[in-house]
């Protein structure tokens, strides 16, 4: 699965598991990014704040969330 699909299916199981605030962040994320390394960088930094302060969110996208910060640091992103 490639970025774009892993950050469209993130929002997407937040938006039904009812935490659409957060689906809505990385929408607003993923909407101000000007180019795929900056998407990758605001979106990821969005899921690490959720993944280091909300284990309840966290558990529903952890996969993914997981997958998607391997492919940013595969391509030399790491974000913080």
Partial sequence: MN???LIEKII???SNAGFM???QEI??????????????M???HCLLKIKNGRKDVYSTISSEVEELI?????IGIYPK
């Fill in 12 to 14: 997407r199981k937040l």
């Fill in 42 to 44: 605001k979106v990821s």
């Fill in 70 to 74: 391997d492919y940013a640091n595969s």
């Fill in 21 to 23: 605030g957060l689906a």
């Fill in 27 to 40: 929408s607003e994320a993923q909407a101000s990014a000007s180019f795929g390394s900056e998407l990758i």
């Fill in 3 to 5: 970025h774009l699909e």
